[in-house]
């Protein structure tokens, strides 16, 4: 049937809550009204909250990284991302060095197209910045609707470091074109310091990926954060840093909000729920990601800055590797392929740990993992919210039902899971994806290629 109706949920959009049905044709919302009755399917949502679908802007769905590739491919990873109650992600399209941009763009397109669950798009990697590459940039942003782009302060073994005068004239870029500056912000050369004075024979055998944080200290990640703002600052750019794990750097990017500079963080939920006592395990290599997992004191600045509204959104980060591919690290802590799977658990984890034990309030929820993500990367309000017109990109969260983090009972290519045994509040009842039901009771129930790419605008404020 054509036509559906949520009946009877709280719904939660752009900052309110209230009760209401809503009806769903042709792929969009057409009504938010109270006590719809018409001929449709109705889904019922009685003691449950409506939110608009998840939205994770930090992907790396089948990613040649490390020597390997991440295991949760464009069809397993948007099908996970539907059981978790996320509707639209964002993978990144990395340019090679001394190829094109949009080579890199168009290669990550074939690969996903037709094979993801959801609707998707992409941020472009630079690697190799010179002036075809920004010509392309240009294009991107006019023809494909690519308005983030991707710039990494490490990574040089990979060939994807930039450095400080790259990071300038991107910045200087952003302020015509009208695109945001993703930053992977840890310094290359505290990094190298650290290493070298860590990475000795003696050390591997005692410490082993206890190393990972021996040398990852803060300083590592915040430095580097601090200087990106302060280049963001004198060139009036806009930069969004992915991924922070220190409490510092949560606190930089709350004062670069204070004073209202072009400036917005993200952090994930490893880096919320998860310290450095991850590394003392047997296991703990499973645990290595980048930057890595922190500690204690971290966890609780970051619950903090996302609370008082400083950090703008929780993504992910996931980039899967199974117990076979992280164990290519034989012994030696820079060999790990770094990464972690998330997808699927964002939702319940952050619901349960910050609105469940009052961090923040369910609308806070919502902005943190819908409506700031669709803002600040150009989808709002086609996605983000709920309203009349907007896709019916719709999670109906059943926020009574208790239970503990099982991989097995995961989607994800993963044979373990960094949040295993953690207890969650909630399972994401209904998941629709442009009307399309693709998510039952945590179980995939759509069809691979229903999901489409987006084209997105160029930067919107929150
Ligand atoms: O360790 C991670 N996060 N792997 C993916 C690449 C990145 O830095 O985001
Ligand atoms: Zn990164
Ligand atoms: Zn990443």
Known sequence: MNRKIIKNGTIVSDNKIFKSDIEIKNEKIVAINKNIKLDAEIFDASNMFVFPGGID???????????????????????????????????????????????????????ADGKVAIDYSLHCGITDWNEKTRKQMNQLIKNEGVSSFKVFMIYRREGWIADDKILYDLLTQTTKNGSIIMLHAESDL????????????????????????????????????????TLAKETKGRLYVVHISSKEGGEIIANARKQKLNVWGETCPHYLLLNDNVFKRKDGHLF????????????????????????NVVSTDTCTFDRQQKALWKGDFTKIPFGLPGVETLIPL??????????????????????NPAKLFGVYPKKGCLKVNSDADILVYDPTPKRKINYKDLQTNCDFSPFQGFEVEGLARYVFSRGNLVAKDGKFVGNIGWGRFVKRKPFGKI
């Open 288 to 311: 290595a990601t980048c930057p890595q997992i922190k500690k204690k004191h971290d966890n609780d600045g970051l619950w903090q800055s996302l609370s008082k509204g400083y950090l």
């Open 350 to 371: 952050l619901f349960s740990y910050g609105v469940k034990r009052k961090r923040f309030s369910v609308t806070k929820f919502v902005e943190l993992i819908s409506t």
């Open 57 to 111: 802007v930090h992907v790396h769905f089948q990613l040649p990284f490390c020597g390997t590739v991440s295991k949760d491919d464009f069809e397993n990873g948007s099908k996970a991302a539907a059981c978790g109650g996320v509707t639209f992600f964002i993978d990144f399209a990395i340019q090679k060095k001394g190829s094109s941009l949009i080579e890199a763009f168009q290669t990550r397109r074939k690969q």
């Open 190 to 229: 505290l990094l190298d310091y650290f290493i070298e004075k860590y990475k000795t024979p003696l050390n591997m055998k005692k410490y082993g990926a206890y190393l990972h944080t021996l040398t990852r200290p803060c300083i590592t990640e915040y430095e580097a954060i601090q200087r990106a703002t």
